[in-house]
């Protein structure tokens, strides 16, 4: 069965500064990882997916993450975090290479960032 | 990229009354579209994935009965929450996959039970 860990609940960061929200997963084939953004009753917002290729994905609003197989970890990373990036951002991880595979979700972790 | 609407955005209803809930593909043809569930300040829960024309598979601790799902086309999925309980109140999000295999979410609509 497949899993994602997000070990951290909060991360807290000021305005400038890198920031990192860290994830590992656990898949039993080739893993599709993807992280989300929430924004307070709104919807996910798409950030970045890694599906193949290089290991160093670029996504959205100048985020990054780094697919690193040996330690099975997928941590979103941003060189200078910004007030308006405080959210709740998901990591999430499926089974590449079936279509019938679903999409299941970390725990979340809240970024906030202060002036 | 895709978009995925739900219909309504908010909901309140009195305790027992059933509740639909509409999930659209608006310029994609989705083969399987999922249902999450997110509590206040939680991860979303996979409820159930459903394929056009089939029924749908859920997931474990998920009652089928209490939460029926239709796929009738490759651009609609419903949620229908019946005998709705307070602890039924809660944020669905449906998702939606198409032949290209890219999946994409709606905005949410956050059901109220009073």
């Known amino acids: 069965a497949q899993s994602v860990a997000q070990p951290e609940d909060q991360v807290n960061v000021a305005e400038g500064n890198p920031l990192t929200v860290k994830c590992t997963y656990s898949?039993?084939?080739?893993?599709?990882l993807f992280w989300y953004v929430q924004y307070p009753n709104r919807g996910l917002q798409f950030l970045l997916k890694?599906?193949?290729?290089?290991?160093l994905v670029k996504g959205s609003y100048g985020f990054e993450a780094e697919f690193n197989k040996s330690q099975t970890s997928f941590h979103l990373k941003k060189p200078s975090a910004l007030v308006s990036d405080s959210a709740l951002y998901f990591c999430a991880v499926r089974e590449g290479g079936s279509s019938a595979s679903k999409i299941i979700f970390g725990s979340g972790t809240r970024l906030s960032i202060r002036p | 990229g895709a978009v995925v609407s739900q219909h309504p955005s908010r909901v309140i209803c009195k305790s027992g009354t059933s509740v639909k809930i509409e999930c659209r593909s608006l310029d994609f043809q989705a083969t399987t579209m999922f249902w999450y569930r997110q509590f206040p300040k939680q991860s979303l829960m996979l409820m159930a994935t459903?394929?056009?024309?089939?029924?749908?598979?859920?997931e474990q601790g998920v009652e089928k009965d209490k939460f029926l799902i239709n796929h009738a086309s490759l651009t609609l999925s419903t949620l229908t929450v019946t005998s709705a309980h307070p602890e039924d109140s809660s944020f669905y999000i449906c998702?939606?996959?198409?032949?290209?295999?890219?999946?994409?979410f709606g905005p949410g609509t956050r059901l109220t039970v009073l």
């Open positions: 890694y599906i193949t290729g290089d290991n």
């Open positions: 998702s939606a996959r198409g032949t290209a295999n890219e999946q994409f």
């Open positions: 898949v039993s084939g080739n893993p599709y």
């Open positions: 459903s394929n056009e024309g089939s029924k749908a598979t859920y």
